[in-house]
């Protein structure tokens, strides 16, 4: 907001080029944009944290797969195919409309980030209490979820515009999201998936199944 009062107060101090205020006018609106977004940004963080409804039993793969359809031509767009697979059926307990929301928010944030063209598979699995699901893209662009990055960009607002365009708060707020469901977000970092996003659920109780799924 500084940077966009400031280079309009400057316009007015003198008399400009046509060129001139055309490049403030064009600056003017980037930084609006930016503002835009980073409030959008700022608003799903906050409501990313609001209790979820009614859980119920539910098969992870079945969602995945309508999310993943969904989200199709947007992958498309970054010339990306999406492809799930799934080791066997996982059932668990969550509200439905709050699993497809975290689903959707996560898979666009890895579609928006991938640096390469190729393949997303997202496999599903289940072992030791836990449902997991797997996003493996070609290569993700992390560097602006390195704090050091980060600080090395002096300009406010430059810092929030990048924080919001790219990565940092859509990790935020999947985060709360999946935490809402008992979920953990996690990047693999040091193994053999090194550069892929792990989701890991609890198998909870099904009621209305009336057992541990």
């Keep these: 907001m500084t ?68 989200m199709d031509s947007a992958a498309q767009a970054r010339d990306l195919r999406l492809q799930l697979t799934a080791q066997q059926s996982v059932k668990m307990c969550a509200n439905p409309d709050r699993l497809r929301e975290a689903l959707q928010s996560l898979f666009a944030w890895v579609i928006q980030n991938c640096a390469e063209s190729g393949i997303i598979t997202v496999e599903l699995t289940a072992s030791e209490g836990e449902a997991r699901l797997v996003l493996s893209p070609p290569r993700l662009d992390l560097q602006y979820l390195q704090i050091k990055v980060l600080e090395d960009i002096a300009t406010p607002g ?9 990565g940092t708060l859509g990790w935020a ?20 998936d090194g550069g892929c996003i792990r989701v890991r659920f609890p198998m909870t109780l ?5 057992k541990s799924s």
């Design 3 to 70: 940077a966009l009062r400031g280079g309009m107060e400057l316009v007015l101090m003198g008399k400009r080029t046509e060129a001139e205020y055309r490049a403030v006018i064009e600056q003017s609106l980037h930084l609006a944009d930016d503002m835009a977004q980073l409030i959008v940004s700022l608003r799903d963080l906050g409501e990313s944290g609001a209790p979820g409804g009614t859980p119920q039993g539910i098969l992870l793969e079945e969602v995945a797969a309508e999310v993943l359809a969904e």
């Design 158 to 166: 430059q810092l929030f515009s990048h924080a919001a365009r790219n």
């Design 206 to 210: 099904d009621p209305e199944v009336g």
């Design 173 to 192: 707020i999947n985060q709360r999201l999946l935490h809402g469901l008992e979920g953990n977000l996690e990047i693999l970092g040091d193994s053999q």
